[in-house]
């Protein structure tokens, strides 16, 4: 739940908390069922459990099985105190307005890993269908399911495990929405939206790139736990500087206005926005010109919290960005990060080859490690073949990396497929190459979109996401499961809320799913109207179908952030669900684990 609301949130709704047996007049306790507490026999009680044998439940997170069911009726104890018996079909984590993850952080491993041992990644393919379908059951949603096709190398190679992960993971699926079409009350009987299933093989480029917007470089640079930002406010006593911690969040306007904006383009605004403020506040401008600097800096913002204490909120808020724009700017500059994103650019979109990434390896020694690391696994997404036998030994030595970065980067090349690439006639992405040419292009070039150096490069599912709103997906790729009816397809501008019984609580989670792009911009002081979210509401109503998509192994930030951008530009909501949302340092760390079986560097052809 603590994905979906806080606690400030039930207090908003005239609900009083407490974590302790005081007296209250209408009041909640919080608590982990684990926890010795005092027994309160006169509360009623709400128990929020996964199903299993160890415990008593009221409400369950997905479907109960028949066998429980009749163990809880057998109990004279526990059936007489059971005021309610309720499937929430909740199995799911939202972490953001148009993102969930089944929280599977092993899913990698379980399901790249050992080819010959892959009965955990059958349980965690099972687990997982179980918990995407509750996310259907929750919105009353029953979706055309797309997934990507089984590629053999050829007629004599056999399909592997791996290669079927898309297509057991929308079987499952479908099994557990067929059982829902027949028990669950209001549920649709017809495709009323569309599910796209892909694996993390589909992209290998996208979690490890630099990406520049300024939520990615928070998560990337600033080694942020979560969403949580630690940094240092003056002390209100006079002492020494206290740690405070904030969540970079949904509930943080300026965040939800800048989190998807180029660094350059956040930095900019909130420039804008402090020197907007400043104009029109007198105390303000009279704590700023006092300095010499034309820069405004976290000091001259505390000193005017001080001054202006009617708008502590809004400089508090506005002083935080500042204060993390900077450090990332900071970083940027002293690693050295616009050169290296340059060449990591470049590689992608073909205008750098070989020669450009030995000579960068050669000059650049100053560079670290983890981001060398990165740019070879950039290089062996797009060209694999440069990292068998010797040629890949030269490589990894010229980046002066280890025996383990090695692994890491041969554990990329069989996500991918196997590392023998003579074979291949199509690179990573199943984009056919000419291999007589000696750069490549893993994208084609759009950057007539876009107006920042170092923002051209995309993530593959922007493509097949528009592919698939234009109903041009390959349906030899990209099969359907169930075929809808012609008519599905004929018309995609059906409002989503034609669906949806509005007084059934069991998915009242939409109303949380506004999408982001449907708020206006925050206006200068940071504040929203309600009048505006009302309206913002009214808008996401008129929405055509919903798309899913969801990615095994792990989605990014970059992905994340082209949902929320296409749901404006196709004015249909792109939901992204993956086992986990992974930043390029928690990607690396999971790729080390791949190993399928017990190698030595011997055995690698690195």
Request: proline share 4%.
């Amino acid at each position: 739940m603590s994905h979906s609301c806080k606690m400030a949130d039930i207090t908003n709704e005239g609900v009083s908390c407490c974590s302790c047996g005081n007296s209250l007049s209408t009041h909640i306790m919080v608590e982990d069922i684990f926890k010795r507490r005092q027994p309160l026999p006169t509360m009623d009680s709400i128990y929020f459990i996964q199903p299993t044998r160890e415990k008593a439940f009221v409400f369950f997170s997905s479907p109960i099985s028949r066998d429980l069911v009749m163990d809880i009726k057998k109990d004279t104890w526990v059936l007489p105190r059971l005021g309610a018996l309720r499937e929430m079909n909740l199995e799911f984590f939202a972490i953001d307005s148009q993102g969930f993850i089944t929280s599977k952080e092993r899913a990698l491993e379980e399901l790249f890993g050992d080819e010959e041992n892959n009965y955990k990644g059958v349980a965690s393919l099972n687990a997982m269908a179980k918990q995407i379908a509750t996310v259907f059951a929750s919105l009353r949603e029953f979706p055309s399911i797309r997934f990507r096709a089984a590629k053999s190398l050829d007629t004599t190679t056999v399909t592997t495990f791996r290669d079927l992960i898309p297509t057991k993971l929308a079987a499952g699926v479908w099994d557990f929405l067929m059982k829902y079409r027949k028990t669950i009350s209001n549920f649709p009987q017809r495709e009323t939206c569309e599910l796209l299933i892909l694996d993390r093989s589909i992209d290998q480029i996208a979690p490890v790139i630099h990406e520049w917007t300024y939520d990615a470089m928070c998560h990337d640079l600033l080694k942020m736990e979560g969403n949580k930002y630690v940094h240092e406010v003056p002390s209100k006593t006079g002492g020494p500087p206290e740690k405070k911690e904030v969540l970079l969040e949904d509930h943080d306007p300026i965040w939800l206005e800048l989190r998807h904006a180029h660094i350059a383009d956040a930095s900019e605004r909130l420039h804008e926005k402090m020197t907007s403020f400043i104009s029109k506040n007198k105390a303000a401008q009279i704590q700023h010109s006092s300095r010499d600097s034309v820069e405004i800096s976290t000091r001259d913002l505390q000193q005017m919290v001080r001054a202006l204490p009617q708008y502590s909120e809004q400089i508090d808020k506005l002083s935080l960005h500042v204060e993390i724009a900077g450090k990332i700017n900071g970083i940027i500059k002293e690693s050295g990060l616009r050169e290296l994103g340059q060449l990591e650019q470049d590689l992608v979109f073909g205008d750098a080859g070989m020669k450009n990434m030995i000579k960068f390896l050669t000059t650049k020694e100053d560079t670290s490690s983890e981001n060398k690391l990165r740019l070879l696994l950039i290089l062996a997404a797009i060209y694999p073949e440069k990292f068998d036998g010797k040629k890949g030994k030269d490589l990894m030595k010229a980046a002066q990396l280890t025996d383990e970065d090695a692994l890491v980067v041969n554990n990329l090349r069989m996500l991918g497929g196997q590392p023998n690439t003579k074979k291949r006639s199509t690179g990573a992405f199943g984009l056919k190459f000419d291999i007589h040419k000696k750069k490549r292009a893993a994208r084609l070039d759009r950057s007539d979109e876009e107006t920042w150096q170092l923002f051209r490069f995309y993530p593959i599912i922007e493509e097949l996401i528009e592919k698939l709103a234009k109903n041009e997906l390959s349906k030899e790729d990209y099969p359907c499961l169930n075929d809808p009816s012609p008519s599905f397809y004929s018309t995609p501008s059906t409002p989503v809320s034609g669906h949806v019984n509005q007084n059934s609580p069991a998915h009242s989670i939409r109303s949380r799913l506004r999408p982001t792009w449907a708020r206006p911009r925050a206006v200068e002081d940071g504040n929203t109207s309600d009048s505006s979210l009302r309206l913002a509401s009214s808008d996401f109503m008129k929405m055509g179908r919903r798309i899913f998509v969801f990615i095994v192994g792990g989605a990014t930030r970059s992905e994340l952030r082209v949902c929320h951008k296409l749901t404006g530009k196709l004015k249909r909501e792109i939901i992204l669900g993956s086992s986990s949302l992974d930043d390029p340092a928690q990607f690396i760390k999971k790729l080390r684990t791949l190993t399928t079986h017990e190698l030595t560097l011997d055995d690698l052809q690195i």
